[in-house]
T-cell receptor, first 110, second 116 residues
């Protein structure tokens, strides 16, 4: 079952912050986050494993709450280069299949 | 290091024709995934292989689709016969570990298929 992301789209000015949420109806073992720029392939950002950990990557960080079956991606002081579509990928652990969410289009304007 | 290599990058064909998409994973990676991306459905997992063996093909739409991985450095996705609704970008991705939940996916640049 495909995880649901919110919001579907967000427009920011440079320097503003954003939060992207990912929610699954199934128990999760891990959550991946990827960014895809227009016309390009998805690029890996980070993996969060079961345990409620929070990871950071420059000014992009994420949290994972396996009890709520949710993950959030935090983009701080956004830059033009952050523009793209963000996908979460969830893995229930039993099958090792990575199922991607519905995607969130992020546009950062000068 | 070369990344995941897919060919062709673009394919335009007519309904009913056979289409073969090719993928060369990153050397040393032992898991390979085929995804399809459309505006309506997003990124759908079609099939994945571990050590050249198909593990889960439940995402393959129908019998018109087939995938093979004859060796660790090559995989094909075949559509026969093709239909207009198969138009999409098909991505191949590979992973270093056998367990996708602990390894990032490296995507190829995709094959954009248009079926007229």
């Amino acid at each position: 079952q495909q995880p649901v992301q919110s919001p579907q789209a967000v427009i920011l000015r440079e320097g503003e912050d954003a939060v992207i949420n990912c929610s699954s109806s199934k128990a999760l073992y891990s959550v991946h986050w990827y960014r895809q720029k227009h016309g390009e392939a998805p690029v890996f950002l980070m993996i969060l494993l079961k345990g409620g950990e929070q990871k950071g990557h420059d000014k992009i960080s994420a949290s994972f709450n396996e009890k709520k079956q949710q993950s959030s991606l935090y983009l701080t002081a956004s830059q033009l280069s952050y523009s793209g579509t963000y996908f979460c990928g969830t893995d229930g652990g039993a099958t090792n299949k990575l199922i991607f969410g519905t995607g969130t289009l992020l546009a950062v304007q000068p | 290091d070369a990344g995941v290599i897919q060919s062709p990058r673009h394919e335009v064909t007519e309904m009913g024709q056979e289409v073969t998409l090719r993928c060369k994973p990153i050397s040393g990676h032992n898991s390979l995934f085929w995804y399809r991306q459309t505006m309506m459905r997003g990124l759908e997992l079609l099939i994945y292989f571990n050590n050249n063996v198909p593990i889960d093909d439940s995402g393959m739409p129908e019998d018109r689709f087939s995938a093979k991985m004859p060796n660790a450095s090559f995989s094909t996705l075949k559509i026969q016969p093709s239909e207009p609704r198969d138009s999409a970008v098909y991505f191949c991705a590979s992973s270093l570990l056998g367990l996708v939940n602990t390894g990032e996916l490296f995507f190829g640049e995709g094959s954009r298929l248009t079926v007229l």
